[in-house]
Each structure stands twice: as structure tokens, then as C-alpha cells.
């Protein structure tokens, strides 16, 4: 189950690939999406956010790895299942930012089913501090998050949602053009 959220946050600013009305979204491990995608990017792409204070923070998904090997044996993936690793950079702007990783991050398949953090650890990644980060204006955090999907998945989109999964969802695409 997911942790509480900090803070609620809502995506101001353009990230490239502009902006969307199309569905996609939060759900449990394996649902089909339902929220409206707010913004579209590609990896590399950062994005503004801001919270509910009005402090503003960057989002960065610097990296994924489709088969990421866990930091230790306990946090192997489930029989049948793989690990996808997503590397985010988080840079503070405005004031002090505190929030969860776990609960802003989801990936999608292209079988159209989304898939939340397992919490667990990546191999030469950190997971944030357990998941969570704290920046100040300036300072930046960089760390992964991990997945456990079906090995017959692709992942097509990660995702990061504001508002613990009820807010704006800013949504880079893997997919080539």
C-alpha cells in the first residue's frame, strides 16, 4: 500500500511534447489507467511542478533500465515478474519541497495496465531517502524507483502523478515517434 503524500502538488509548466487531454493514469499493479495525462515528454525532459505553498521543484526522468538487477536478494522481483527501473532527478527551485517518490511514480505497459513502485531497491541506485526526497532551493536529489512487472510487459510511459495519484499526470513516453 502506498504512503501518504507530504504535500499535493499540481504540474505548471510546459514539458516538451506539450500538452495533453488524452487518458492515461494511477490505479493498483496491473489496473487500466483513468486519469487525464496533463503533460507528455520524453526521458531526459524535466518538468515544473508546483505544490499547494506555491513552492516549485523540477522533475527529471533522467533514465530507465528495463531490467534492472535489485540491490539485494530481498528485493528480487516476484517469479514471472522483472524489475524496470526508472532514474529521477529532483531539483528544488522554490522554498523547502518534501514528498514520496513511491506515490508520484507509476509506469504503464503497452498492454495498457499500470504498474506502482514496488519499494524496493535497484542495484547502483539509491531509492531516494525510502522512497521520499526533501530539496531546497537549488539542491538536487537524484535516485530510482523500482517495478516489478510481468516479464511479457513492455513499458511504454512512466508516469509521475501529483497528489498522491488524484492530481495532474506528467506522462514521458519510451516509445520512439
Excluded at 4 to 26: M, P, Q, Y
Excluded at 38 to 67: E, F, M, Q
Excluded at 106 to 112: A, E, K, S
Excluded at 140 to 163: H, L, Q, R
Aim: with cysteine; charged share 15%.
Amino acid at each position: 500500500m502506498k504512503r501518504s503524500k507530504f504535500i499535493g502538488l499540481t504540474v505548471v509548466a510546459f514539458a516538451l511534447g506539450g500538452c495533453s487531454g488524452a487518458e492515461a493514469g494511477g490505479g493498483l499493479n496491473g489496473t487500466t489507467p483513468t486519469t487525464a495525462v496533463s503533460h507528455r515528454a520524453i526521458v531526459g525532459s524535466t518538468i515544473k511542478l508546483i505544490d499547494k505553498s506555491s513552492l516549485v521543484y523540477d522533475v527529471t526522468l533522467v533514465k530507465v533500465t528495463p531490467n534492472a538487477r535489485p540491490d539485494i536478494a530481498f528485493d528480487k522481483a516476484p517469479a514471472g515478474q522483472v524489475i524496470f527501473g526508472a532514474q529521477f532527478k529532483i531539483t528544488g527551485v522554490t522554498g523547502t519541497e518534501a514528498d514520496s517518490v513511491d506515490n508520484d511514480s507509476q509506469v504503464i505497459g503497452t498492454n495498457g495496465k499500470t504498474y506502482e513502485s514496488a519499494g524496493n531497491g535497484i542495484a547502483g541506485c539509491v531509492d531516494f531517502n525510502n522512497g521520499t526526497f526533501t530539496v531546497n532551493p537549488g539542491q538536487s536529489v537524484v535516485g530510482c524507483e523500482a517495478f516489478d512487472v510481468p516479464k511479457s510487459v513492455k513499458i511504454a510511459k512512466v508516469e509521475w502523478t501529483t497528489d498522491s495519484g488524484s492530481g495532474s499526470v506528467v506522462e514521458w513516453s519510451l516509445a520512439g515517434p
